[in-house]
């Protein structure tokens, strides 16, 4: 017989969630809002609460930002958890929130509804996912093939996130050029292309900055930044970091 260990919960690099969260918020909450979940439940104190960035958090699941602020949203929608602002730092830049797990007797309670043979069903929303929903058929009738809207709409575009950052990296404004490369360093990916180019847009005005001076004294002020341990650590540095050290 094959031989094994169990895992040891007495452990310090173990977590713990609420059962609750898993039979039925997750549906509720979804996927990312999940991911965000497990994330907060690793970073959180014996208060129960934790400040990781939302950069962090988007390179911990590797999702995108943009995916996070809406998970945190919904974890506060369902009064999972709790955000509270700290204001901005001396440069103007705000600083992390902090989020505290609140216990599951504040919990928002779960809806539910009974279908015709009187079982208990969640409403669509809590899965995610409009194919779940309780559908009465329609008649022979009612069905035309000018009724499918399947077969008069073209099928959506296919997003190739390493195309576009390749074509990024070759394109002819050198702060795209440098915006890729710190795409690419950072290990940041995105689910569509429309997160891709706002999270562009986002760096747009640091990155030409940044581009303004020699190529020589961007290499020297990334070296100094690579060696703050604490911000490579925390994976806190940005193209806005990377420009307040040219700017010294």
């Given amino acids: 017989m094959e031989k094994f260990e169990i895992r040891d919960l007495r452990k310090k690099d173990k977590f713990v969630i609420d059962d609750e969260y898993l039979n039925g918020y997750a549906k509720l909450c979804g996927i990312n809002a999940t991911g965000v979940y497990v994330s907060l439940c690793r970073h ?13 958090l988007a390179n911990e699941l590797n999702i995108s930002e943009r995916s996070v602020y809406s998970a945190l949203k919904k974890l506060e929608e369902w009064n999972i958890i709790k955000t509270q602002s700290q204001g901005r730092k001396d440069n103007g830049s705000f600083k992390n929130n902090i989020y505290t797990l609140l216990d599951k007797s504040l919990w928002k309670n779960k809806p539910q509804a009974n279908n015709a043979d009187g079982t208990i069903c969640l409403p669509p929303q809590a899965n995610n996912d409009i194919s779940r929903r309780h559908v009465v058929p329609n008649k022979e009738t009612h069905i035309k093939e000018t009724h499918s809207i399947a077969t008069a709409l073209p099928p959506p575009p296919i997003f190739n996130y390493d195309q576009k ?10 702060h795209v050029q440098l ?13 569509t292309e429309e997160q891709m180019t706002a999270a562009l847009k986002r ?18 002020a990334e070296e100094k930044m690579q060696q703050n341990q604490k911000v490579m650590e925390n994976n806190e540095w940005t193209i806005e970091t990377l420009l307040k050290y040219l700017t010294k």
Avoid: M, Y
Wanted: proline letters at 4%; hydrophobic letters at 35%.
């Fill in 203 to 220: 760096h747009c005005r640091a990155a030409v900055e940044v581009v303004k001076f020699s190529k020589e004294q961007i290499k020297e």
């Fill in 179 to 191: 915006i890729a490369r710190f795409f690419k360093a950072k290990g940041l990916v995105f689910e």
């Fill in 44 to 56: 959180a104190n014996k208060q129960q609460t934790c400040f990781p960035s939302k950069e962090l």
């Fill in 165 to 174: 950052l390749n074509e990024w990296q070759n394109d002819k404004k050198p």
